[in-house]
């Protein structure tokens, strides 16, 4: 199945950035969206971004819009998410997913293994 990796995770103090990466490998779909989920300490997983196969769609969750931003290079089979002033209540941990389709959808059928952020106040 289709392999994901995280990283660029760490600790930062609030107002700065990071910018977290996700390789993928494996047995690709011919086309797959992508998106990002976080789950922050004794919470559920929450929806972050997500970006369609072609990168020309996407879609922010309300509480990073103007902050965030998702992106791809499907050349190098790469996803990215550019976090700006970040805040405490990003601390969480940043997973991977792709979806056996071009489209972005609710539902996604491959997970990384996620990287820790942490914001500091």
């Known amino acids: 199945q289709v392999h994901l990796v995280e990283s660029g995770g760490g600790l930062v103090q609030a107002g700065g950035s990071l910018r977290l990466s996700c390789v993928v490998s494996?047995?690709?779909?011919?086309?797959?969206?992508m998106a990002w989920f976080r789950q922050a300490p004794g919470k559920g997983r929450e929806f972050v971004a997500a970006v369609s196969w072609s990168g020309g769609t996407t879609k922010d969750e309300d509480s990073v819009k103007g902050r965030f931003a998702i992106s791809r290079d499907n050349a190098k089979k790469e996803m990215y998410l550019e976090m700006n002033n970040l805040k405490p209540e990003d601390t969480a941990v940043y997973y991977c997913?792709?979806?056996?389709?071009?489209?972005?959808?609710?539902?996604?059928?491959?997970w990384g293994q996620g990287t820790q952020v942490t914001v500091s106040s």
């Open positions: 997913a792709a979806a056996d389709r071009a489209t972005i959808d609710v539902y996604f059928d491959f």
């Open positions: 494996g047995r690709t779909p011919r086309a797959y969206s």
